[in-house]
Structures are given as C-alpha cells and as structure tokens.
C-alpha cells in the first residue's frame, strides 16, 4: 500500500532537496503546499521546513504550531518549530523545541542545528559540551566531528582539534570542508608565513589541489602574511576549482582590489551585483569604481537593469543617483527628483535657490495691531 514513505514520496523529496534555482524553489514549493493542503502532517512539516530555508521563518513557524496543536509532541513539527525560532532571532526558545524534538527522535541534523543554537546561546564551551553529547549517540556523524573540531580551535585546543579533524578526515576523505577543517587545525601552531608555506605542501597533493576551500584559505593566510599579490592567485585557484561559489569570487574581487587592480576587478563586481543586489558591499565598492574609473554608463546600466527585472527593489535608486542622472523607468513610488508638487531648494547649479519677494499685491496689508479685541 502506498503511504508517505513510497518510492513517490521518496521521488518528491528528492527533487525538494535537489532544488537549487529560484524556479526549482518555487516548483518544489508549489508541489508541497498541494501534499500539505489534504492536512497529512509530514508535508506540513516538510513545506514549514522549504519555507523556512527559503528565509521565510514566520510562515514555517505558524505551519509548525498548526501541526503541534493537532499533533502535541510531534517531533518533526517540534524541530521545524526551532528552526523557524532560530531564523528569527529567537535561540532561547528554539533551544527549548529542538531539545524537545531530540528527545522524541535524536537524529544527526537536529543535533548539529542544536549545537548552533547552543553557541548562539551560551558560546563555543555550552556548544561543544552539546556536541559531546550528541556524539555519544552518533560517533560516526561527519558533520559532528567536523564542528567539534571547528569549536575546539575556537577554544584554543589545537591539537584536540587535529585529532577530531583526522577522525572525520578518515570517515569522509574526499569532503571538502572537513579537508578544509582539517588543514586550519594543523597551521593554526604556526606564524601566517609558515602556514602559507604548509598550505603550499599540501595543494601540490593532486586530491588536496581540487578542494576549492584549501585555496582559499591559503588566500587568507597569505593576506595575513601580507603577500596580497600571492593571494590573489591563491584566489584565482579558488574560483577556477569552484565556478559558481560565491565566495570565491568575491575573495578574488576584493584581493584585485586591495592590490590597486580596481580595473580587472570591476567586472567581477558588476558579477557580484547582478548575482545578489542586496549586498552593500559589493554595491557600495561598484559604484565607487564606478565613479573612479569613470565607468558610471555602465554602472547605471547594470542597476537600471536589475530594476527593470524586480522594480521592488527600490533601494537601488539610491546608487543610480550616486551615479548621475539616471535615464529609465521610473517605478511607481520611486522619486527620482523632488517630489511632485515641492519646490525644490536648489537652484540649477546646486546652491540655494533664492527666496522670492514677497507679493504685496496678492496679500493685504496688515492692520492696526488689537489690543484686548480694540483697535489702538
């Protein structure tokens, strides 16, 4: 009989979890919300969690305490229901559903989402004690080791760090973040030069060579040696191993930039602000580079365009006219200039405009001053 656990089920949720663009978020939404409307609990938990990974929390909050007060102690709604908490701000509370929803069911990922929340709530020792717990119950969980480790280098437990590092190295030999984990523990001894040095020991391993994260920490650690024209090669490897992380093309962008190569790294810029317009550092550095290489035609053009496509993001008018005059539509509500029926205050050159004269014809003059309701 087929039930929420079928081969369709498993088909549907692959597909979810696969989801990466805009339009596969919005397919995978669509096909959940018709699962959750016949009221099956699963997918209601199941389309809180896609809402909330979608970044809207406070639909996925009030779906989970739907389903918690048809279903109390549900553990899967009671997980969603810290998640949502988490999202928005609320650590003490999402520690209160989560560690209710591990006691229901103490899977992996909820005890990795709790040991976020226990460093929101009380710091790197609160966590890692959380994360020793969680270990008892899952030895072999990669991402756990991996996070242990990265909470005892906060600590300053270098070599505990190595050693759980090295554990989670041996379970998954190819994951690029535990690789990257694993080679912070062992320069994190040593002086930014030295580490540089190590790094470069490690990339010439041909599997090492291939893990984006590795280059760019080598990046950053020759940054911190000072050796910015090293590191934007470092940066360059980094973007070439992984295309599409945007991180390391904005690590590359920025390392041209503080080499004084502002030219080569103004089109990655413009990548940046196309790829995430809500981001005001990218904005705030592309339109300075704008200004100062005298590229503001093609500055505008590339906001005026991200307009065109999503006129809701009137925050970018304000750049446009950093830039200059702006040629386009306008979006209803935008101003681009003084608002309608104003006068405005400058006067063609930018200085003040002056102040008219008064019109004695239009205004009567004034009359003798009343004193007590008499006239003097």
Do not use: N
Not at 6 to 16: G, Y
Not at 145 to 166: K, S, W
Not at 242 to 270: K, N, S
């Amino acid at each position: 009989m087929a039930d929420e656990y079928s081969l369709a089920t498993a088909d549907l949720l692959a597909r979810i979890r696969g989801a990466e663009s805009a339009g596969e978020w919005a397919r995978a939404e669509g096909l959940l919300s018709r699962a959750a409307a016949a009221g099956s609990p699963f997918w209601r938990v199941c389309l809180a969690d896609l809402l909330c990974r979608r970044g809207r929390p406070a639909e996925a909050l009030a779906l989970a305490d739907l389903v918690l007060a048809e279903h109390p102690g549900h553990a899967g709604a009671l997980a969603a229901r810290g998640a949502a908490l988490f999202r928005l701000g609320r650590a003490e509370a999402a520690a209160t559903a989560l560690e209710a929803a591990w006691g229901a069911r103490p899977t992996p990922s909820l005890a990795w989402l709790l040991t976020r929340v226990r460093r929101r709530t009380g710091g790197a020792e609160a966590a890692l004690q959380w994360v020793d717990r969680a270990l008892r119950t899952h030895p072999d969980d990669v991402r756990l080791l991996r996070e242990r480790a990265v909470l005892l280098l906060r600590l300053g437990r270098d070599a505990d760090a190595a050693a759980t590092a090295g554990r989670a190295l041996e379970l998954a030999p190819g994951d690029g973040r535990v690789l990257a984990t694993w080679a912070a523990a062992r320069i994190r001894p040593l002086a930014p030069g030295a580490a540089a040095e190590e790094l470069r020991r490690l990339l010439q391993i041909p599997r090492l060579a291939a893990v984006p994260r590795l280059w760019a920490l080598r990046a950053r650690t020759l940054e911190r040696a000072g050796r910015p024209e090293e590191a934007v090669h470092a940066w360059r490897a980094a973007a070439v191993a992984a295309p599409d992380d945007p991180a390391a093309r904005a690590g590359l962008v920025f390392a041209l930039r503080r080499c004084g190569r502002r030219a080569e790294a103004f089109d990655g810029l413009a990548a940046l602000v196309r790829a995430d317009p809500a981001d005001t550092v990218a904005l705030s550095a592309f339109v300075f580079d704008a200004r100062t290489l005298d590229r503001r035609a093609v500055a505008r053009r590339v906001l005026l365009d991200l307009l065109r496509r999503d006129p809701g993001r009137r925050h970018l008018w304000g750049w446009v006219r950093r830039l200059g005059a702006a040629s386009g539509p306008v979006p209803p509500g935008a101003r681009a200039g003084p608002a309608a029926g104003v006068a405005s205050k400058t006067g063609p050159g930018g200085g003040r405009r002056p102040a008219a004269p008064p019109d004695t014809a239009a205004a009567p003059a004034r009359g003798p001053r009343r004193r007590g309701g008499k006239a003097k």
